[in-house]
């Protein structure tokens, strides 16, 4: 058995509204251990309504910064 917790049981997992067979192929939330990165496109800023990125994980993936959520 694994010693971390995944990201959907972790603190800084924040879920993203997909669901159906989209879901089980993208990843489906996003991680708010550290701040945002400015989203480059080609090393061209990304016109976007939002400048900065949260990375995008799956409910399964793991990391070494695991915090478990809050009850």
């Known amino acids: 058995m694994a010693d971390h ?5 972790c603190h800084f ?3 993203l509204n ?3 067979l989209v879901a ?5 939330g996003k ?3 550290n701040a945002p990165l ?5 090393g061209v800023m990304a016109v976007r309504r939002d400048a900065d990125h949260w990375p995008l994980v799956r409910p399964d993936d793991w990391c ?7 009850t």
């Open 64 to 70: 070494g910064e695991f915090r478990a959520r809050r």
């Open 31 to 33: 991680c708010r251990r």
């Open 13 to 15: 997992f924040e879920p």
């Open 38 to 42: 400015p989203a480059y496109l080609s």
């Open 5 to 9: 917790g995944t990201c959907s049981e």
């Open 24 to 28: 089980q192929k993208v990843p489906t």
């Open 18 to 20: 997909i669901q159906g």
